[in-house]
């Protein structure tokens, strides 16, 4: 059975371009008989808020979407995420980076040498060569860490190129090189965004991951996680993004106009938003 999901964060309402990714994968599932699910990923505590969550259901609820209840939180399932992060920790898999932004920039400057990659420069590996002593010094004196993937040693226990199905694009090779030594668990927060999700998708038995095309480059690193956890892995679907007239992403957040607004202040209905998406 097709098994697709909308994963929004609560950081915000809702805008079209969510109104999109929401029925390009509600429609999917409808279309194939199959379930269509709903997930908050919540775990930023300073960014997300219970009220934005609530306008994720108001606003899906009023397009006409229906999901399994009770929706999955990820703020619910830290633990989860903390058991696969010492899993992978046990293995020698991670490394503690104690950098700051600044201590990035200035080794990037030091050596002039600034790799990058979609989410900004790549990391120059300053605590990856750190001796065991150092870093409990370190993690003694209190400076806060975050875990990173050794992605040198990750790569050394896939046996053979990992491929991934993209239903627009086709069969793909991971290429999580693309992220460097990727963060796994924010120093605030103790996990991250690739590593809930991963595991997120697993536990609730997605079978195509439906998102934007511009986390087309997480799914490298996120195939690279099912195979280090033993998770199952799915197929994705990236979608191109909605655009307005002089081809800006609506998904900006500041530019966007969000569902309220329409229903509320222009007084939209469904069938006008259906429209402006195109759907
Ligand atoms: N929570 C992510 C966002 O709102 C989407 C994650 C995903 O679909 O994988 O951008």
Redesign the pocket.
Known sequence: MIVTRF???PTGRLHVGHAYSALFAYRMAQEAGGKFILRI?DIDPVRCHKEFEHGIYEDLGWLGLDWEKPVRRQSDHMDEYSTALTKLQNRGLLYPCFCTRKDIREEVERSGHAPHGPEGLLYPGLCKGLSDDERAAKIASGIPYAFRLDLDKALQEIKGPLTWVDRARGEQIATPEILGDAVLARKDIQTS?HLS?TIDDHVQGVTV?T?GDD?FY?SHLHRLLQELLGLNVPEWHHHPFLTDEDGERLAKRNHAITIQHYREAEGKTPQDIMEMIGL
């Open positions: 994963a929004p964060s990923e965004y999700v991951v998102r986390l997480a």
